[in-house]
């Protein structure tokens, strides 16, 4: 699958639910988790206000990292240990956003693609949830709205 961006800007934030509902725990649960109570503390790097449209947590490890679209920006952050405080590994704002590709296959990497800067990639945990999140993310992308 792939997603090219349209060159105008913020165009997927208008459209961006603020409901509080959406959120980091509510956009988690959709995905198969595997177990870890410090995959909770990811929302750590969230900035007030911020709302968590999708998140994808990557192959399950002692350092959960999960890749997260807000209504600000895409976010990739990491747990770096048992007792550690979650960290941004990178963050970009949707105008430097080009695109998600998935090829759809166990050990396949998920690429969101960067204007001007190095991709994202994340081995997400299960395939079958990153097809999903490449999805909802292209027509996030395309139309600025999120699938209902």
Known sequence: MDM???????????????????????????????????????????????????????????????????NHRVVLAKIKGLLSRARVLRSEPPARVRGIRFRGRVLSLLTVRIDGARNIRLMPHRAKDASRFTEEFQQLIRTGQMPV
Do not use: C, Q, W
């Open 4 to 70: 090219t961006h349209p060159r105008d800007g913020d165009r997927y934030l208008p459209g961006a639910p603020t409901n509080p509902s959406n959120g980091f725990t509510a956009a988690l649960s959709r995905n198969e988790l595997f177990s870890g109570m410090s995959l909770n503390r990811i929302a750590d790097v969230l900035e007030p206000g911020e709302t968590v449209l999708l998140a994808l947590p990557a192959v399950a490890s002692d350092n959960p990292k999960v890749l997260m679209v807000t």
